[in-house]
């Protein structure tokens, strides 16, 4: 089948040609559909359609969103297609917001409820026949409040937004008449696509199967045979092949295919080592159909003693992460998703839990690629619905598990609803759909909720009392996993264990819930937070790992403000407790060389004639020796007492007896040998304005639309940020496929003034101006 477009932009994506002899065959397609789409939004009378691309949001919404929009939205897309008789064609959407209704020619094809999983439809029979005819698709797209479906809850009263729209990736896929079936797909009965699993793994083998899903529309029956090709990260193939099997006509089949690997390259979170697996699907001696995805090969395990990865005892240290970004919500590029994920592993974190819904695809393929051990979320925040709620929640349960299965990545399976009090009856349900979905033993289910049907207790720090919270859990051998902690416990009991060094600090000032320009005092009482809290969580006895809440600043219904408790802001910027958990990975561990590992030390300080005296320096190493213009003020082992005894390095804390403008260096030393540094500068004078973007490791996409965060930081001549800087900054396009994002002119907020930059594609270059008033300005060029 041939797809025709009015647009250059639809990338063939996805195209696997295979030869056998004189036979040649084109397999399935996968084509990114997400030009030419009109929008319109059914507010204050509005008709008029615009051109837009997907992902795309129902509505541009301020920094701090108070009111956001819901209500109806449309979409349309005009396209020409050349369908052959042994072929299907199937729309695949990643993500709407939240209820959709599909029309393909004015024929409905599909009414989905829910907007965090994937909505796939058999647009084969909708499809005009003559391929000089236009087809025309439809969305009516509604993201109100309702109760039968997750989250249930109303936005005003929600702890997160779920903003509206076409929000995630759009496919067009071509398959032949047999076929192996998409994981998810429009019936949402039979679990589809393909399952891996290694049940048995050594250094010198992993074994296991693989289940395959497939479907026979064409009108007789057909035999058929299977082939597989394993292929590592090295470019070393192993081949398998199945028995001839025959699929009725109308009727659908699953083979289960034993696979075994020699000398496995084990997945794991320094060294993420991945295959790919693709499964051809092989008629009369042609490859008719092919399905490819990477996997990974690791052992999971919760033992009586622990949790233990590949047979190595791990205690799991990782964050709680939102998805939306600032003014776009949903509405991000997989670039984008994959800088927000190589962050949290730059942050020193290897696992993240996926609050409070599942993600997009994109993320689970990065935390894959960067090995982030991750925990899949069902939807759900404090509300539990009647029988129609329940239902559609043990259907995406189904959904969630077809669609994520095979990702190395995930470990724990949150298959209830977050701080809600669900019936026994449910959680019984829901934990005997998971393990329907996913039988094997490594697949642990997961629960705040103290629940025997669960492998995992996963509490909130909160959800105990000062001061042993959950020290002293003790059930036998069953585990816990501390989900969060680190604010909510601060900001509402105010429940520290050692407050002494702070003791004259206002209430407000206790809390984690600290934005960038809350000033040192109150940053480093965040990061003290987290520290006192990290340690505590430590001496459980039963606690298998944490994560702390959370990684990015968000914003939420119910509140017309920035819950502001992350280690970043919502910009993407670190804080004070970033680099608090930077250092907690070993100076030793060794990662990719486009992330951050090694040796560390970062001064937490200003070093203005405000700064504390008392001067943090969090850092892995075995000393530090601190310099004030060039005058070694002390050298220090790690501070070691009762609210850091359990980390992996505790903070290195200097006295200084007065302020002196100048420079403050940090070296980090293990054994006799320097091994890091960090200096921080007296700022001088507000003089320019020095611009810059972030790209983490990631390109922009030179093809398709993408998005970074532009920086424009105020420094003095010497290029130091003035920390206390408001400056208000103007961002200007002078040329390029681009547009700016959000507020503009916007005011620097601890000397840095964000926005984000929404690149079309990379096809002409970019030019980008900041300025600001008596300060020099600063203009950069994006180029492919």
């Not at 020699?262 to 092989?282: A, S």
């Not at 003693?305 to 919500?329: A, C, M, R, S, V």
């Amino acid at each position: 089948m041939k797809i025709l477009s009015k647009n250059t932009f639809l990338l063939l994506s996805f195209l696997l040609v295979f030869s056998f002899g004189k036979n040649y065959a084109q397999s399935r397609t996968k084509v990114n559909f997400g030009a030419d789409w009109e929008f319109k939004r059914e507010e204050n009378g509005s008709s008029d359609w615009e051109k837009v691309t997907i992902p795309h949001t129902a509505k541009i919404e301020k920094l701090v969103v108070i009111k956001q929009f819901q209500g109806t939205s449309w979409y349309q897309k005009k396209f020409k297609a050349n369908p052959s008789k042994d072929q299907k064609t199937f729309i695949y959407f990643e993500g709407i917001m939240q209820e959709a209704d599909v029309w393909i020619n004015d024929i409905k094809a599909i009414n989905h409820k829910g907007g965090y999983l994937p909505v796939s439809i058999d647009a084969t029979a909708f499809l005009n026949q003559d391929p000089e005819k236009e087809n025309i698709i439809k969305v009516k797209v509604n993201n109100e409040d309702n109760p039968n479906f997750l989250p249930g809850k109303p936005l005003k009263d929600l702890d997160f937004n779920y903003y509206g729209g076409i929000y995630r990736n759009v496919y067009i896929i071509t398959t032949s008449k047999l076929y192996i079936s998409n994981a998810v797909h429009a019936e949402r009965k039979a679990s589809g696509g393909i399952y891996v699993n290694f049940g048995n793994i050594t250094k010198e083998e992993a074994s296991g199967t693989v289940q395959v899903h497939l479907k026979n529309d064409f009108n007789i029956a057909k035999t058929a045979s299977l082939k597989f090709i394993l292929t590592d990260n090295k470019g070393k193939k192993t081949e398998f092949k199945s028995e001839n099997f025959t699929v009725d006509s109308f009727s659908d089949f699953t083979l289960t295919q034993k696979i075994s690997v020699k000398n496995p390259e084990l997945w794991g979170i320094n060294n993420p080592n991945l295959y790919q697996i693709e499964v051809q699907v092989i008629l009369n001696d042609k490859t008719i159909d092919s399905y490819s995805e990477k996997i990974g090969i690791r052992k999971s395990e919760i033992k009586a003693d622990g949790y233990y990865l590949n047979d190595k005892k791990l205690f799991i240290t990782g964050t709680n992460e939102h998805q939306e970004y600032p003014y776009l919500g949903y509405a991000i590029s997989d670039e984008a998703q994959y800088r927000d994920a190589v962050k949290i592993k730059n942050a020193g974190f290897d696992f993240v839990r996926l609050s409070h819904y599942p993600h997009a695809e994109a993320f689970y393929n990065a935390c894959d690629e960067l090995g982030i051990l991750v925990m899949n979320s069902l939807t759900g925040w404090q509300f539990f619905g009647n029988e129609t709620f329940q239902k559609n929640a043990y259907q995406d349960i189904r959904d969630m598990a077809r669609r994520d299965r095979n990702h190395p990545s995930i470990i724990f399976w949150e298959a209830s609803l977050n701080e809600t009090d669900m019936s026994k009856e449910f959680m019984a349900e829901a934990t005997k759909t998971l393990k329907e979905e996913l039988p094997f033993a490594d697949n642990y289910s997961a629960s705040w909720i103290d629940n025997e049907n669960y492998d995992l207790f996963i509490p909130a720090r909160q959800h105990a009392k000062a001061p042993d919270y959950w020290t002293k859990y003790n059930k036998g051998n069953r585990k816990i996993f501390i989900a969060e902690y680190g604010d909510w416990e601060y900001y509402a009991q105010n429940a520290g264990f050692n407050q002494t060094e702070f003791s004259n600090l206002k209430e407000e000032e206790r809390t984690s819930r600290q934005l960038r320009n809350a000033g040192e005092k109150r940053l480093l009482q965040q990061a003290y937070n987290f520290q006192e809290a990290s340690n505590s969580n430590r001496k459980g006895e039963q606690t298998i790992g944490e994560a702390n809440w959370v990684m990015y600043d968000y914003n939420r219904g119910y509140s017309p403000d920035l819950e502001s408790s992350g280690i970043s802001d919502i910009f993407r910027i670190p804080k004070f407790a970033y680099y608090f958990y930077q250092s907690q990975r070993d100076a030793n561990v060794v990662l990719d060389k486009n992330l951050f590992s090694g040796p560390m030390v970062h001064i937490a300080n200003f070093w203005t004639p405000e700064s504390p005296l008392n001067i943090t320096v969090y850092g892995n190493c075995d000393e530090v020796a601190l310099y004030l213009n060039d005058v070694l003020i002390a050298k220090e082992k790690p501070l070691v007492n009762s609210n850091s005894d359990k980390l992996e390095h505790a903070p290195f804390i200097f006295k200084v007896n007065e302020f002196k403008a100048g420079t403050l260096r940090a070296e980090g030393f293990i054994g006799r040998k320097k091994v890091a540094s960090n200096t921080v500068k007296t700022p001088k004078k507000a003089s320019k304005v020095v611009l810059s973007y972030d790209l983490s490791s990631k390109q922009i996409n030179p093809d398709f639309p993408d998005m970074v965060f532009v920086y424009a930081k105020i420094t003095d001549a010497d290029g130091t940020i003035i920390p206390t800087a408001e400056n208000e900054v103007t961002f200007t396009l002078s040329e390029g496929n681009a547009e700016l994002i959000g507020q503009n002119s916007i005011k620097a907020e601890a000397g840095i003034a964000t926005i984000i930059l929404k690149t079309k594609d990379l096809k002409k270059k970019i030019t980008l101006k900041a300025t600001s008033e008596k300060l020099q300005d600063n203009t950069i060029t994006i180029t492919k």
